[in-house]
C-alpha cells in the first residue's frame, strides 16, 4: 500500500514537472517538492518511529546534510530542469533505471548480497524498458 502511494506519487511530480511546472525555476521547483515530501512523510515518521533513540553527533549531521543537499536536491535540480528536454517516454525508462542502478550500487559498494530475484528483477526492469524503446 505505501509502495503504491509513492509511486503514484512520483507519478504526480514528474507529470507536474513535464505539463505543469515547465517555465518554473528548477531551483524552486526542487526546494517546493522537496518541502511537500517532507510534509507528506512527517506524519508517518512521527507515528512509526521512536525519536527518543536519535542522538545527533556532528559527523551525523554532516552526513544528512551531505545526503540531503547534494545527493538529493542537486540530482532533483539536474534531473528536472533536464527532463523537459526530452521524450516523457525516455523520461520514463530513465527513471526505471533508478532501482536497477541502487541494486547495482549496494551489490559492488556496500557488498550486500543479491539474491536470484533481485536479478530476475533488474533484467526484467531493463528488458521491459529495452522492449518499450524499441516499439
Do not use: C, W
Amino acid at each position: 500500500m505505501i509502495a503504491a502511494l509513492g509511486a503514484a506519487f512520483y507519478a504526480v511530480i514528474v507529470i507536474l514537472n513535464k505539463k505543469l511546472m515547465t517555465d518554473v525555476d528548477p531551483v524552486f521547483k526542487t526546494m517546493f517538492q522537496l518541502l511537500v515530501a517532507a510534509v507528506i512523510t512527517m506524519p508517518y515518521v512521527l507515528a512509526t518511529e521512536d525519536l527518543s533513540a536519535l542522538v545527533f553527533t556532528p559527523k551525523k549531521i554532516a552526513l544528512l546534510l551531505f545526503l540531503g543537499i547534494v545527493m538529493t536536491a542537486f540530482t532533483y535540480i539536474f534531473y528536472f530542469s533536464n527532463v523537459v528536454r526530452i521524450p516523457t517516454k525516455t523520461a520514463a525508462i530513465f527513471s526505471y533505471g533508478d532501482p536497477v542502478v541502487a541494486v547495482i550500487v549496494s551489490v559492488l559498494f556496500l557488498h550486500e548480497p543479491i539474491s536470484i530475484y533481485g536479478i530476475i528483477g533488474a533484467v526484467l526492469v531493463i528488458g521491459s524498458a529495452v522492449f518499450s524503446e524499441l516499439e
